[in-house]
């Protein structure tokens, strides 16, 4: 092959593979940054499982709270007040907005944030057994400059149900699980 001709073909390779490669980063998205109460990211969220919603009336905002699979054993358990250490609740909330087919049907829109509580009785015994942190917008930026300001509002908010141990949600109504053989 001429020379000349084999150059000009890997270079169209090479620059082919750089384009497919940093399509393919561009994709690739970076861990958020922890809270400023040194709470990591809990990575993989979108995967835990049901545990209620509700819906806002004033803020018009649709909320899930999932569980991650400990907490989802205590519910299996009935070991919900206290939850056991280890147990990570969330709630996801989103914007209400509207379907086009459906009209009367109130569906999530913009998403607003994700929120968790952390149980671990050591190392959050400050903070009621809970470790708080917000995550905001689909960025997933850290909510609250300083500790204070990432924990205190929750804290205040959450302390009329501090007798449930600070969890206002009963695990919504579902038939029983059937085990897979
Ligand atoms: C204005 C009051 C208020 C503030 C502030 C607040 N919460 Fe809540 N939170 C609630 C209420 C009420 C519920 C249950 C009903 C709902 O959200 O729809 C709840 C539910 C939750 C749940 C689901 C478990 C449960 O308790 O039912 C999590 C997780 C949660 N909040 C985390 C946080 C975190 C983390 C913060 C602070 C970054 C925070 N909350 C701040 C009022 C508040």
Same mark, same amino acid.
Request: hydrophobic residues 40%; glycine residues 6%; charged residues 20%.
């Given at each position: %092959? @001429?020379?000349?001709?084999?150059?000009?073909?890997?270079?169209?390779?090479?620059?082919?593979?750089?384009?497919?490669? $940093?399509?393919?980063? +561009?994709?690739?998205?970076?861990? *958020?940054?922890? $809270?400023?109460?040194?709470?990591?990211?809990?990575?993989?969220? !979108?995967?835990?499982?049901?545990?209620? %919603? $509700?819906?806002?009336? &004033? @803020?018009? /905002?649709?909320?899930?709270?999932?569980? @991650?699979?400990?907490?989802?054993?205590?519910?299996?358990?009935?070991k919900t007040n206290p939850w056991p250490n280890g147990a990570i609740l969330g709630k996801l909330v989103w914007k209400d +907005?509207? &379907?086009?087919?459906?009209? /009367? +049907?109130?569906? *999530? #829109?913009?998403?607003?944030? +994700?929120?968790? %509580?952390?149980?671990?009785?050591?190392?959050?015994?400050? /903070?009621? #057994?809970? #470790?708080?942190?917000?995550?905001?917008?689909?960025?997933?930026? *850290?909510?609250?400059?300083?500790?204070?300001?990432?924990?205190?509002?929750?804290?205040?908010?959450?302390? *009329?149900?501090?007798? !449930?141990?600070?969890?206002?949600?009963?695990?919504?109504?579902?038939?029983?699980?059937?085990?897979?053989?």
């Amino acid at each position: %092959m @001429n020379t000349q001709i084999f150059k000009l073909k890997n270079l169209v390779k090479s620059t082919f593979l750089l384009t497919a490669f $940093t399509s393919f980063s +561009a994709f690739a998205v970076d861990m *958020p940054k922890p $809270t400023a109460n040194g709470i990591d990211f809990p990575a993989g969220y !979108q995967d835990w499982s049901i545990v209620s %919603m $509700t819906h806002r009336e &004033d @803020n018009k /905002t649709i909320r899930s709270v999932i569980g @991650n699979p400990m907490a989802i054993q205590a519910i299996k358990d009935g070991k919900t007040n206290p939850w056991p250490n280890g147990a990570i609740l969330g709630k996801l909330v989103w914007k209400d +907005a509207k &379907d086009k087919h459906w009209p /009367t +049907a109130t569906i *999530p #829109g913009k998403f607003v944030h +994700a929120e968790f %509580m952390f149980k671990d009785t050591n190392k959050w015994a400050q /903070t009621g #057994g809970w #470790g708080w942190a917000r995550w905001v917008g689909l960025e997933q930026v *850290p909510f609250g400059n300083t500790a204070k300001a990432a924990q205190d509002s929750c804290i205040a908010c959450h302390t *009329p149900v501090k007798n !449930q141990d600070w969890v206002f949600h009963k695990p919504a109504m579902l038939p029983p699980r059937i085990e897979k053989n």
